[in-house]
């Protein structure tokens, strides 16, 4: 199982970026799936999933209106497109699966998660 994150990088205040999570060694379809973000100094914070169509995502409080996250099945790539970036924002970002397929829960913890991707760096600085 793989998981490889790619799309960060230096954003000014304001600004957008796509991040992508290309996922290979397990059937993707049967598994809903989240972006995690650990900002420098703290601790990991759930931000968003979604379901193994593609058809329900949830986001956390504070970046929902701001962040969009999608899937492309036929590829098996899990996207996070970032927009009305802030300084709050600059963290690590991981693609994480869910240890149990053909779930997908409303609130997230660590526990229910296996594989992490090893994250990439996205810095909101003018």
């Known amino acids: 199982v793989q998981l490889v994150e790619s799309g960060g990088g230096l954003v000014q205040p304001g600004g957008s970026v796509r991040l992508s999570c290309a996922a290979s060694?397990?059937?993707?379809?049967?598994?809903?799936m989240n972006w995690v973000r650990q900002a420098p100094g703290k601790g990991r914070e759930w931000i968003s999933s979604i379901d193994r169509a593609g058809t329900r995502p949830l986001y956390a409080d504070s970046v929902k209106g701001r962040f969009t996250i999608s899937r492309d099945n036929t590829n098996n790539i899990l996207y996070l497109d970032l927009s009305g970036l802030n300084s709050d924002d600059t963290a690590m970002y991981y693609c994480?699966?869910?240890?149990?397929?053909?779930?997908?829960?409303?609130?997230?913890?660590?526990?229910?998660?296996?594989?992490w991707g090893p994250g990439t760096q996205v810095t909101v600085s003018a």
């Open positions: 060694g397990f059937t993707f379809t049967n598994f809903a």
């Open positions: 994480v699966k869910y240890r149990l397929p053909y779930v997908h829960y409303d609130r997230s913890t660590e526990k229910d998660f296996d594989t």
